[in-house]
Structures are given as C-alpha cells and as structure tokens.
Nanobody, 121 residues
Framework: QVQLVESGGDLVQAGGSLRLSCQAS????????MGWYRQAPGKQRELVAH???????DYADSVKGRFAISRDSAKNTVNLQMNSLKPEDTAVYYC???????????????WGQGTQVTVSS
C-alpha cells in the first residue's frame, strides 16, 4: 500500500557528508516509526536510525554523533544526514516504515528499494 523511494546515495570520500532522502507515497505520520537500515554485501541488514511519531530518535552506536535522522511530515519525507563518513559506512541504505497507528495494521512493515552509499578511503 505504501511505496518508499530512497535517493541521495553516492560515492564520497572518507570524512565527507551525504544526505539521503526517503519519499513515501502515503502519510509518514500514520506509522509508529520511520527508519533507515543498511546492508553491505554478505552482511546482515542493520538498523541505522529511526524516528518515532513523537519525534524521538535512536541510532546505532556505530553512527551516533555522526548521523541525524529527520522528517518533513508535510512532504512525507524522511532524511538521513550522514557526516564524517567512514569506509565501513559503505552499504545499501534502505528506508523503512513500521507499525501503523491503526491497531489492525500495527504490524505493517514497508521497505524501499535501497540506495547505494560508497565511502572511499
């Protein structure tokens, strides 16, 4: 029912910055969490950051202090500002919408197609 489209992935040098954007086809305010995950080839997908309906944020320890998640409810977008990028940040980054506010859809879970981020040394 909901489509998520990521953009902004690119090749960047270590220490640089990048801003990812996730465009949702529906209201992001109807989900308990909007988040960013990443997955490197042969690796498990991991949570990078998410933001709740109430605006609280959580980050993986590996990105804390470097990344910032934000949202624009009017535009139904979720962004991930990535600073001080490291080669280990290289991965495909996925946008996620989880947990509808509607009880009968509380287990809803939507994913975007991913956008590639490559950080060179």
């Amino acid at each position: 029912q909901v489509q998520l489209v990521e953009s902004g992935g690119d090749l960047v040098q270590a220490g640089g910055s990048l801003r990812l954007s996730c465009q949702a086809s529906g209201s992001i305010s109807s989900f308990n969490y909007m988040g960013w995950y990443r997955q490197a080839p042969g690796k498990q997908r991991e949570l990078v950051a998410h933001i709740s309906r109430g605006g609280s944020t959580d980050y993986a320890d590996s990105v804390k202090g470097r990344f910032a998640i934000s949202r624009d409810s009017a535009k139904n977008t979720v962004n991930l500002q990535m600073n001080s990028l490291k080669p280990e940040d290289t991965a495909v980054y996925y946008c996620n919408a989880k947990g509808s506010i509607w009880l009968h859809r509380k287990n809803d879970d939507y994913w975007g197609q991913g956008t590639q981020v490559t950080v060179s040394s």
